[in-house]
């Protein structure tokens, strides 16, 4: 039910807009959150941002130290996309993209197992 589409390939310090879309599901009642997977490594978060409330959303956005300062999230509701812009990609940024829905009301970095998941797209950065 969400799907990603964004990923492929650039030199370091390039930028991709990766998108997350849905069928189904509204995603203004979803927190969102983005996640990648490296070769060998564990999935890591990477950015969330909780369920749209009026003209905010429930508790902080999040964002991994790792790319804090390059990476932002955002919802555009019209198009029930939510949007993850990396910039200043660096190849330590190369892994499978996620992103996942929840339907829970908490501060979205407090998620720990989200309802669905996407099939991932690749981001490759060559230095």
């Known amino acids: 039910q969400l799907v990603e589409s964004g990923g492929g390939l650039v030199h370091a310090g390039g930028s991709l807009r990766l998108s997350c879309t849905a069928s189904?599901?509204?995603?203004?009642?979803?927190?969102i959150g983005w996640f990648r997977q490296a070769p060998g490594k564990e999935r890591e978060g990477v950015s969330c941002i909780g369920v749209k409330n009026g003209t905010t959303n429930i508790g902080p956005t999040y964002f991994a130290d790792a790319v804090k300062g390059r990476f932002a999230i955002s919802r555009d509701s019209a198009e029930n996309t939510v949007y993850l812009q990396m910039n200043s990609l660096e190849p330590e940024d190369t892994a499978v993209y996620y992103c996942?829905?929840?339907?829970?009301?908490?501060?979205?970095?407090?998620?720990?197992?989200?309802?669905?998941w996407g099939q991932g797209t690749q981001v490759t950065v060559s230095s």
């Open positions: 996942a829905a929840d339907f829970r009301l908490w501060p979205c970095a407090k998620i720990y197992d989200w309802d669905y």
């Open positions: 189904g599901l509204t995603l203004d009642y979803y927190a």
